[in-house]
């Protein structure tokens, strides 16, 4: 199993950034998966959840900013961020859940047993 991020980068308050979360060694259908982020200091939350369902929940802190979605043909999650502030700066991770089984609530880290490298976002004002 393997996850690799890519997309971060810089950007300016207000602008927008995308995400990627290229998924191998299973299928992005069949699990539970999740983006998280640690900004510097702070601990690890969830920005971002994939039931099994098909079903994706947001933190308030993201809601209406941020639109996760998967592309099933190319095994990959992506994470459309708008709207971004400094409080947004962060490493951005993905992760997969241990189990296969639907969670019926937002994936916890806990949860979660892989887990990408992570991808710096830094958002100035």
């Known amino acids: 199993v393997q996850l690799v991020e890519s997309g971060g980068g810089s950007v300016q308050a207000g602008g927008s950034l995308t995400l990627s979360c290229s998924a191998s060694?299973?299928?992005?259908?069949?699990?539970?998966m999740a983006w998280f982020r640690q900004a510097p200091g702070k601990e690890r939350e969830g920005v971002a959840s994939?039931?099994?369902?098909?079903?994706?929940t947001y933190p308030d802190s993201v809601k209406g900013r941020f639109t996760a979605s998967k592309d099933t043909a190319k095994n990959t999650l992506h994470l459309q961020m708008a709207s971004l502030s400094p409080e947004d700066t962060a490493i951005y991770y993905c992760?997969?859940?241990?189990?296969?089984?639907?969670?019926?609530?937002?994936?916890?880290?806990?949860?979660?047993?892989?887990w990408g490298q992570g991808t710096q976002v830094t958002v100035s004002s």
């Open positions: 060694g299973f299928g992005i259908r069949t699990y539970c």
């Open positions: 994939f039931d099994i369902d098909g079903s994706i």
């Open positions: 992760a997969r859940a241990a189990l296969q089984m639907p969670t019926g609530s937002p994936l916890d880290q806990s949860e979660c047993r892989y």
